[in-house]
């Protein structure tokens, strides 16, 4: 069993505003990492640290953290945004990583 | 530009051992920087973490499959390996090559994926 937990699944009007949540005992320690993964590709990297994005992902994509729990947000959404997203952290021993279950977001 | 390769057979019998590796080309795998992982997705779930190793041979596993993995690195090569023993129907997944960033928490270049079926 994943030591972070997702919301299975969230939909979202195009352009409007939609936020994935992570809850985890481990993200009072560790910050999450953000992954988008469409069908038939490899994840790819959107977030990280809180709020940095690597080069080339859109400012849309936007990292946060609170207390046990990291957030993704995704400011008018696309439909290319339509995807599977993942967060990322350590389990609670901070040597081993762990994903969670994943939220699919439908972009309507 | 960074790539990372894996390979291997695509068909692993039960009770069998499953080996990949994976070949790193534009950078070098000795770059102290990084871990190198394999994280695994079986069909239409979620992504498992499985194990990363840095350069200098020094290993991080999964609790939940240590006794089975073995990931090694070959510096001479920019190779890791991934060697994954008793397979059944559940080691049955899509397995993925990437680079880990030592300080942050971050996979951030990724293989394509090779997709290992265990079945007789």
């Known amino acids: 069993s994943s030591e972070v937990t997702q919301d299975p699944a969230v939909s979202v009007a195009l352009g409007q505003t939609v936020r994935i949540t992570c809850q985890g005992d481990?993200?009072?320690?560790?910050?999450a990492s953000w992954y988008q993964q469409k069908p038939g590709q490899a994840p790819v990297l959107v977030s990280y640290n809180k709020n940095k994005r690597p080069s080339g992902i859109p400012d849309r994509f936007s990292g946060s953290s609170s207390e046990n729990t990291a957030s993704l947000t995704i400011t008018g959404a696309q439909a290319e945004d339509e995807a599977d997203y993942y967060c990322e952290s350590r389990d609670s021993s901070g040597n081993h990583y762990v994903f969670g279950s994943g939220t699919t977001v439908s972009v309507l | 530009q960074l790539q990372l390769q894996e390979a291997g057979p695509g068909l692993v019998k039960p009770s069998e051992t499953l080996s990949l590796t994976c070949t790193v080309s534009?950078?070098?795998?000795?770059?102290?920087?990084?871990?190198w992982g394999w994280i695994r997705q079986p069909p239409g779930k979620g992504l498992e973490w499985i194990g990363s190793v840095y350069y200098s041979g020094s290993t991080y596993y999964n609790p939940s499959l240590k006794s089975r993995i073995t990931i090694l690195v070959d510096t001479s090569k920019n190779q890791f390996s991934l060697k994954l023993t008793s397979v059944t129907a559940a080691d049955t997944a899509v397995y993925y090559c990437?680079?880990?960033?030592?300080?942050?928490?971050?996979?951030?270049?990724w293989g394509q994926g090779t997709l290992v079926t265990v079945s007789s």
């Open positions: 534009g950078g070098s795998i000795s770059n102290s920087n990084y871990y």
């Open positions: 990437a680079r880990q960033f030592v300080v942050e928490n971050l996979f951030d270049f």
């Open positions: 481990s993200l009072r320690r560790f910050y």
